[in-house]
């Protein structure tokens, strides 16, 4: 297992972290413990949940598999989507955020959170009540680290701004979806992220699973694949199936043949090394798939294949970005 520093925390995460969507909705108790277990046994210690992934079931399951070992553990979960039908029940607001932090230590069977996420900006709370919230619960033991999931650069910007104002704790992360599918966080999240010197921790490194090699061109999703199971996850398969996205597929495909790797382990590979990513999010329904995931670690493209890659993937920035990057070039 490859390990890097989470941010300017001095701790130390695993370059893959397992993400625990799946635990307790595609996949049972038993095997989401087989999965863990696993992990933990290669040496994997980072573990990303949230208060939502199936209502609470994957916090509940996530704390049992922990049990026994959870000193070797980075735990990770979120607040702010909605969790029952009483009119408060979402957000970010101090009322909420107390309610939901309770909520998580009890589900996940610890009394302290290593790094709890806000798990999406919330347009109706002040900021500065957010922030203090979570400056109350890591001084008071229940939080460790804080971070940011789903934000623009601004309000990244502005949340680090609030705390060096306030005198209050940091954030030490950010999640944000990125893939070679999807890089749009390349044009403020990124650079933000790099900026204030956080952990940038990607979730859907895959797209979802389209960069596995599972799919094909013309062809509609398997029934039984993650983009032709749901509509949530139909309405994924609409925006990734572009002629663009078959060229990325494709380069990946033909890397992946070369090194004698799979898809995914070169997507990852090359996610792995951009600028200021620590750790993308794997997901895994079976152990055979989590150590596959793994096979993305411990060797590196080379500059040409990356630069293939980065090259098959290029998106436009628009303005005021394009504008920036031209300018920059008589530096």
Same mark, same amino acid.
């Given at each position: 297992?490859?390990?890097?520093?989470?941010?300017?925390?001095?701790?130390?995460?695993?370059?893959?972290?397992?993400?625990?969507?799946?635990?307790?909705?595609?996949?049972?108790e038993?095997?989401?413990?087989?999965?863990?277990?696993?992990?933990?046994?290669?040496?994997?210690?980072?573990?990303?949940?949230?208060?939502?992934?199936?209502?609470?079931?994957?916090e509940?399951?996530?704390?049992?598999?922990?049990?026994?070992?959870?000193?070797?553990?980075?735990?990770?979960?979120?607040?702010?989507?909605?969790?029952?039908?009483?009119?408060?029940?979402v957000?970010?607001?101090?009322?909420?955020?107390?309610?939901?932090?309770?909520?998580?230590?009890?589900?996940?069977?610890?009394?302290?959170?290593?790094?709890?996420?806000?798990?999406?900006?919330?347009?109706?709370?002040?900021?500065?009540?957010?922030?203090?919230?979570?400056?109350?619960?890591?001084?008071?033991?229940?939080?460790?680290?804080?971070?940011?999931?789903?934000?623009?650069?601004?309000?990244?910007?502005?949340?680090v701004?609030?705390?060096?104002?306030?005198?209050?704790?940091?954030p030490v992360?950010?999640?944000?979806?990125?893939?070679?599918?999807?890089?749009?966080?390349?044009?403020?999240?990124?650079?933000?992220?790099?900026?204030?010197?956080?952990?940038?921790?990607? +979730?859907?490194?895959?797209?979802?699973?389209?960069?596995?090699?599972?799919?094909?061109?013309?062809?509609?999703?398997?029934p039984?694949?993650?983009?032709?199971?749901?509509?949530?996850?139909?309405?994924?398969?609409?925006?990734?199936?572009?002629?663009?996205?078959?060229?990325?597929?494709?380069?990946?495909?033909?890397?992946?043949?070369?090194?004698?790797?799979?898809?995914?382990?070169?997507?990852?590979?090359?996610?792995? +090394?951009?600028?200021?990513?620590?750790?993308?999010?794997?997901?895994?329904?079976?152990?055979?798939?989590?150590?596959?995931?793994?096979?993305?670690?411990?060797?590196?493209?080379?500059?040409?294949?990356?630069?293939?890659?980065?090259?098959?993937?290029?998106?436009?920035?628009?303005?005021?970005?394009?504008?920036?990057?031209?300018?920059?070039?008589?530096?």
């Amino acid at each position: 297992m490859e390990y890097r520093y989470l941010g300017r925390t001095g701790v130390k995460v695993s370059a893959l972290c397992l993400g625990c969507l799946t635990v307790g909705r595609e996949i049972d108790e038993a095997t989401s413990q087989r999965v863990i277990g696993r992990y933990v046994e290669l040496g994997g210690n980072f573990l990303d949940t949230a208060n939502i992934y199936s209502q609470g079931r994957s916090e509940e399951i996530v704390g049992r598999a922990t049990q026994g070992r959870r000193d070797e553990i980075i735990l990770a979960t979120k607040v702010r989507h909605r969790m029952g039908e009483a009119v408060n029940e979402v957000g970010l607001s101090r009322k909420h955020i107390m309610h939901e932090v309770e909520g998580s230590l009890r589900r996940l069977r610890t009394d302290y959170i290593d790094l709890y996420y806000l798990h999406c900006w919330d347009d109706v709370t002040d900021p500065e009540q957010t922030l203090c919230t979570l400056d109350d619960l890591i001084h008071a033991g229940k939080v460790r680290y804080w971070g940011i999931s789903n934000f623009t650069g601004w309000q990244i910007a502005l949340a680090v701004a609030i705390c060096e104002r306030q005198g209050l704790v940091r954030p030490v992360a950010v999640q944000p979806q990125y893939s070679l599918i999807l890089r749009d966080i390349e044009r403020e999240v990124l650079p933000a992220a790099v900026a204030f010197g956080l952990a940038v921790v990607p +979730w859907s490194p895959l797209a979802r699973g389209f960069l596995s090699g599972k799919y094909r061109r013309g062809e509609p999703p398997p029934p039984n694949a993650r983009l032709g199971r749901s509509p949530t996850w139909q309405d994924a398969w609409q925006r990734w199936d572009k002629e663009r996205n078959w060229q990325i597929v494709e380069a990946v495909g033909e890397i992946a043949r070369a090194r004698a790797r799979t898809h995914a382990q070169v997507a990852l590979n090359w996610l792995l +090394w951009r600028a200021g990513v620590t750790a993308p999010i794997i997901g895994a329904t079976s152990v055979e798939q989590l150590q596959e995931s793994l096979g993305a670690l411990g060797w590196k493209l080379t500059p040409e294949e990356a630069a293939r890659l980065e090259d098959v993937s290029s998106f436009e920035l628009g303005y005021p970005y394009d504008f920036i990057h031209t300018a920059h070039q008589d530096r």
